[in-house]
């Protein structure tokens, strides 16, 4: 059975900090993708990124990066200088079937940015 | 512009009485799934559909139904709602399966008294 882990409920920093959200998974297949979505106040759900579990390169869009490492079964999201903007639940997914089944998300981590 | 709609985005109703939340998407997608969200939780898989007329359960089915009729549109339907069902509900798409980025809907929050 597939899981995903994110322990930490919510985070508080202030402006310009760096911020790294955890996130944990548990598969037994060799083939798997993970995600991070973002959902700020307005609901809606922002795909970030998308990884496969044969590409362990560490990977920076602008103040935000991701380090896979599956020693570890981790995929974690750090923001660099945060930003206000940057306030929002994050949800990390995996999924391991591309037929439709098994796609997991994480139970979020609510990141409150502080002016 | 791609996107995926949902209506209603709210709902308040009661117990026993069956509803429809629709779900339609533009951008050809093959595949398309609900969830639920609830608080600690994340997002559940209700239901998903590879293709039309192709459905299949995720992992909380118990009291939904789908359709796919159509390849842009994706039901999902309450025969029988109770009150363990209020929650926030996204309809999502892709262009294949689950490997693939998926595209939510804006949420629809149903409140079942």
């Known amino acids: 059975a597939q899981k995903v882990t994110q322990a930490q409920t919510e985070i508080s920093v202030v402006e310009k900090e760096d911020v790294t959200l955890d996130c944990v998974y548990e598969t037994r297949d060799t083939t798997y993708y993970l995600f991070w979505y973002k959902q700020p106040p307005s609901g809606e759900l922002v795909f970030l990124i998308r990884r496969n579990s044969f590409d362990e390169q560490n990977e920076i869009s602008g103040r935000y990066s991701w380090n896979f490492q599956k020693s570890t079964s981790s995929f974690n999201f750090t923001i660099t200088a945060s930003q206000v903007v940057d306030s929002a639940v994050y949800f990390c997914a995996l999924s391991a079937d591309n037929y439709g089944q098994n796609f997991v998300f994480g139970p979020g981590t609510r990141l409150s940015v502080l002016p | 512009e791609a996107q995926v709609t949902q209506n209603p985005r709210y709902l308040i109703t009661v117990t026993g009485k069956k509803l429809t939340v629709t779900c339609s998407q533009n951008?050809?997608?093959?595949?398309m799934s609900w969830y639920r969200q609830d608080p600690g939780l994340g997002l559940r898989q209700i239901y998903y559909s590879m293709n039309v007329e192709v459905t299949d359960k995720g992992d909380v089915p118990e009291g939904y139904k789908v359709s796919r009729k159509e390849k842009r549109n994706f039901p999902l339907i309450l025969e029988s709602p109770s009150p363990n069902q209020t929650s926030l509900y996204f309809c999502?798409?892709?262009?294949?399966?689950?490997?693939?980025?998926?595209?939510f809907g804006p949420g629809t929050r149903l409140t079942v008294l």
């Open positions: 951008m050809n997608h093959e595949y």
């Open positions: 999502a798409s892709s262009v294949t399966g689950n490997y693939n980025e998926q595209f």
